[in-house]
């Protein structure tokens, strides 16, 4: 009887191993094919994100240099008045800096 056991249980070891292959090849198998899905899912949100971001990009450089004229007409007032009141500043102080190295040049030190 042990004879007729041995190939049973041979059998039945083989069985179990070829459906555990199965199994695991079935696993392997669902593994990639989500890691592929997971792929496409992340290659289409990065090309959604390029596309907002590309468009936000445009229209930002649509707003500014659209007035480019503008821009550099505002530009040079803004710059002449920062001169005229540089050179207010230094009308303002300039006697005070003539006294003190007028003070500074002919003061004799022992």
Excluded: W
């Excluded at 198998?29 to 992340?42: D, F, H, P, S």
Aim: hydrophobic residues 35%.
């Amino acid at each position: 009887m042990d004879s007729s056991r041995r190939p049973s249980g041979i059998q039945q070891l083989l069985a179990a191993e070829q459906e555990a292959q199965q199994i695991v090849n079935a696993a392997r198998a669902a593994k990639t094919a989500r890691l592929r899905q997971a792929k496409e899912e992340a290659e289409r949100e990065i090309a959604e994100y390029r596309a907002q971001m590309e468009a936000d990009f445009q229209r930002k450089l649509t707003e500014t240099s659209g007035d480019s004229g503008a821009n550099v007409k505002r530009l040079e007032q803004e710059t002449t008045v920062k001169i005229e009141q540089l050179k207010q500043q230094a009308a303002n102080i300039s006697p005070e800096v003539i006294q003190m190295l007028l003070r500074h040049v002919t003061t004799v030190k022992n």
